[in-house]
């Protein structure tokens, strides 16, 4: 009883839910309509033929527009369909032979585009916009609806009004299928996908005719027909599918081509590791400290460097070595900053002067020197309200390269050729002056940087060009891959067998970092380069000796710079200013900081320095310019195949 009582509820509710929901939706729903046009009969008639089973379709409809405009009616028809449980074919249908009139008089014009597996029909004139009710007559033929011998059946298994396919409200929907006597059954869906839903009807006639009706279909909303004859019925019949391209069956990844890819690419890679590995690995002297070398010029034992021995703090640089050559040395890479420490090296050396300079407006040197212009305070620069700024007035920050010295025959082939061409045009010139020639500047001294470590047999070859050499291979493997990939697509063979030789060119590429390898004397030099940044690196302001009147800081300061400590190594001379050492002021960089001013605050200078130097490494930038054929009969909407859409448009 209680079970009564609460069935009758719930049936009460959803009655006066449904009542209301009516109530409150029908006028808008008309409103649409009117607004959004409606087609207000749709009647397809479908002859199918024995011998192949292809189906001559008529499709009639009156388009009612109302007031609004319109160059009449669209279809779209399908001709190519996913099949549920085969993602490798589609299933082919093939429409053909279209017309189009309008027995009211309408603009007819038929325009037929096929685009993405499916025939889009225009009908009508673009140039003309109609309005009210117009009736029109498309003819079409559709070879492939057919499905022969499902579970001993012929069947006819089409999606009429695809579900999603019309943008109007359908009325009066009606589908009579003419084909051969004998028909063993019939069943009509609608609804949207999947819907199980009946038609409002299904007659069949004795002229072996059968037809279906729907009094109205929302947009959106499908409509299914099926029906079956006894196996054989038509003759010929056949489902034709066409490959279809995924993901899945262009790898084609199994456990056979999975091994044979996974396993080459395994084997390449790790044959490229291996041979890197050993070819890259630095020699040693066996027996001997690190940093030292035999006595006497002597060759000495020489086997594979450990990583793991120590080194030696060194208060001095290697003897006889520049800073762009440690940095070259330490890293493999003769990079822009080691160009830029050169470039301060030569400075403190006495070739050059690098003078700081304020561009874009009077381009006059901000001389350090007590007698210019500061402003009011004594040894201030001038920085409008309060110290400690470097405010220059207007303008942007420059640097003037200023040549000092004509004999070269004291220096390496790399700083002599980067004198050469950063004076070019004469004893002075602005960093910004250089822009349009720095590029070939930096490249040609990283070149000479490279040739004279390895000339001084600090490498068993070129580090530039053993690295060019892996990754040239590196990228003749990428290609190579490519082009396996590509032919495979095209004969529809596994692509995941191109795989291999793409993994193994960029472990080769990457690998090409690895690959070029220290000698034993390159190996004793880095030691002592190492043992000498440990030195930088951790010593006190009270551990710092030099003589009166020695610039210490400037002559370390390149290779502060190639090893990333230029601000600890300021900072450590600042410190011994502060406890009333003597501490000589640069002179090779003229800038914006007193003489008296420069150790209180080392941070401006350093930053000075450090802005000069990242200048000159990124002055290069600036530089360089039912488809499967399954039985319909336990079916649903959209199940089946074809399947028809469109609007107004």
């Known amino acids: 009883m209680v079970r009564t009582v609460r069935s009758t509820t719930w049936a009460l509710a959803l009655v006066l839910t449904a009542l209301l929901l009516a109530v409150l939706s029908a006028a808008p729903a008309r409103a649409d309509d009117e607004q959004a046009g409606r087609i207000s009969r749709l009647d397809v008639t479908a002859e199918l033929t024995p011998e192949g089973g292809s189906a001559d379709v008529v499709v009639e409809l009156d388009l009612d527009l109302g007031e609004e405009e319109a160059h009449g009616p669209f279809l779209v028809l399908a001709e190519l369909q996913e099949i549920v449980g085969d993602p490798d074919h589609y299933r082919r249908l093939t429409v053909g032979d279209v017309t189009a009139t309008s027995t009211t008089g309408a603009p007819d014009a038929l325009r037929v585009e096929r685009e993405d597996g499916a025939v889009q029909l225009y009908v009508g004139d673009e140039d003309v916009e109609i309005t009210g009710l117009h009736t029109y007559r498309i003819t079409y033929t559709v070879d492939g ?10 069947e006819l298994f089409w999606n009429v009004v695809a579900p999603g396919g019309f943008e109007l409200v359908l009325s009066d929907v009606s589908v009579t299928v003419a084909g051969p006597p004998g028909a063993i059954d019939a069943a009509c869906y609608v609804g949207a996908t999947g819907s199980t839903h009946e038609c409002d009807s299904s007659v069949a006639s004795e002229a072996a005719a059968h037809r ?62 291996a041979v890197a590995s050993r070819r890259g690995r630095d020699e040693a002297y066996l027996g001997l400290t690190p940093g030292l070398v035999p006595a006497g010029g002597a060759a000495g034992q020489v086997g594979r460097r450990s990583r793991r021995d120590p080194v030696a703090v060194r208060f001095t640089p290697p003897d006889g070595v520049r800073p762009g050559e440690v940095g070259t040395l330490a890293d493999e890479v003769a990079d822009p900053h080691d ?14 002067r690098i003078e700081e300079v304020v561009s874009g407006g009077d381009d006059e040197r901000v001389d350090d020197v007590g007698g210019d212009e500061r402003g009011d305070g004594a040894g201030g620069d001038e920085q409008g309200d309060g110290g400690g700024g470097d405010e220059q007035g207007d303008g942007d920050k420059d640097w003037r390269l200023v040549r000092l010295r004509e004999d070269l025959g004291q220096l390496e082939e790399y700083e002599r050729g980067l004198l050469e061409r950063i004076f ?18 930096m490249s040609t001294a990283q070149r000479d940087l490279y ?34 990939t590509i032919v495979l697509l095209v004969l529809h063979a596994p692509v995941i067998l191109g795989v ?31 043992g000498f ?65 420069l150790w209180s605050r080392p941070e401006t200078f350093g930053e000075t320095v450090g802005a000069f130097a990242d200048t000159a490494t990124t002055a290069v930038t600036s530089a360089s310019g039912g488809a499967g054929g399954a039985s319909g009969f336990s079916g649903s909407v959209g199940g089946g195949v074809g399947g028809m859409g469109g609007g107004s448009w």
């Open 145 to 154: 609806l057919i499905n022969p011998d499902v579970d001993g059946t012929d």
């Open 212 to 273: 279906f009706s729907q009094d109205r279909l929302d947009p959106g909303e499908g409509l299914t027909v099926v029906l079956g004859w006894p196996a054989g019925t038509f003759t010929g019949a056949e489902r034709e599918l066409v490959a279809r391209r995924t993901f899945a069956n262009t790898v084609q990844l199994t456990p056979l081509t999975g091994a044979l890819a996974g396993g080459a690419t395994l084997l390449g890679a790790g044959a490229a590791v």
């Open 339 to 352: 160009v830029a420490a050169t470039i301060v090296d030569l400075a403190v050396r006495g070739y050059l």
């Open 424 to 441: 070019a045009d004469g004893p002075s010139v602005l960093m910004t002056d250089l822009a349009d020639t720095y590029a070939l500047t």
């Open 451 to 484: 040739r004279t470590v390895t000339d001084r047999r600090w490498f068993r070859g070129d580090p530039q060009r053993v690295r060019r050499r892996w990754l040239g291979r590196g990228a003749g493997l990428l290609a190579l891959g490519a082009v396996a």
């Open 500 to 530: 291999p030789p793409i993994v193994v060119g960029v472990v080769v590429m990457v690998a090409s970092s690895a690959a070029p390898a220290r000698t034993a004397a390159g190996t004793a030099v880095l030691a002592q380069a190492l």
């Open 533 to 597: 940044r440990q030195y930088l690196a951790t010593a006190e302001a009270e551990q710092i000796r030099f003589e009166e009147g020695e610039d210490l800081f400037s002559r370390y300061l390149p290779y502060a710079m190639v090893f990333g400590l230029a601000d600890r190594w300021a900072g450590v001379f600042a410190e011994l200013a502060r406890h009333g050492r003597d501490v000589p002021e640069p002179d090779w960089y003229v800038g914006t900081v007193t003489a008296a001013a």
